[in-house]
């Protein structure tokens, strides 16, 4: 038995300043900040994922992730975000969220076989586990379930 939580490093981008952060997922409610520029890595929402970050930010990550595939033109991805945004806030500390805009990552979304969006899929240890197409939000609630212990 431990009394410490297992270390959960992810590398995420800085929203304000775009430098690439390494910070212990496990500790997102210390508001970690960016060595950069001092503003906060916000992991309590969505983080946006480029093609570049891919292999970064989710497939080297050590926490379970959630990536949103979507598009700003897609209209049930709309529908879907509120979901993403509440599995982010509620999940804080043990699943990174991730959005991927396929539009800016054909690559990406090739790669992993996204023909329609939103397609949600959890990667743990940097590979698919499981994923959601459409708007499907009790099915997502059974994932998370599942996903996140
Ligand atoms: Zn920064």
Redesign the pocket.
Known sequence: MTVTEAESPVTVR?M??D?MNRVDLARAADRPT?G??G?PILLDRPVKVSEDDFAKTVEGSDAPVLVDFYADWCGPCRMVAPFVDEIARANVGKLLVAKVDTDKAPNVAMRFGIRSIPTIIFFKDGKEVERSVGFEPQRLEALIARVVA
Do not use: D, H
């Open positions: 800085c304000f300043c430098t960016c950069e520029c503003k």
